[in-house]
Nanobody
């Protein structure tokens, strides 16, 4: 069983920074793409950033230049550094990973999420 555990969420001031982390554990051969998504109450889950195994990255247009995704393939972790955060509704940030935990077919796993809330 593959497990993803996020950490690092919390209360942040507008304009501040926060660093989220996600640890992937379990029995598997390879972790392919790892992504961060976020979901605000009443809204659809949206893609924030993706990083491939070779460190190619993708960011949502509105977040380019402010967010940075990185990964450590030895530790099976991914981080999301969020700077210059803009005030918004609270959102839960989810880690998503495509993992080869079967002989041939990779599968997608989700973490439970970590909440980010802005202070007034």
């Amino acid at each position: 069983q593959v497990r993803l555990v996020e950490s690092g969420g919390g209360l942040v001031q507008p304009g501040g920074s926060l660093r989220l982390s996600c640890a992937v554990s379990g029995i598997f051969s390879i972790i392919y793409d790892i992504s961060w998504y976020r979901q605000a109450p009443g809204k659809q889950r949206e893609l924030v950033a993706t990083i491939s195994r070779s460190d190619s990255t993708y960011y949502a247009d509105s977040l380019k230049g402010r967010f940075t995704i990185s990964r450590d393939n030895r530790k099976n972790t991914v981080s999301l550094q969020m700077n210059s955060l803009k005030p918004a509704a609270p959102a839960v940030y989810f880690c998503n990973a495509v993992v080869l935990d079967t002989p041939t077919v990779p599968r997608t796993y989700w973490g439970q999420g970590t909440q980010v809330t802005f202070s007034s």
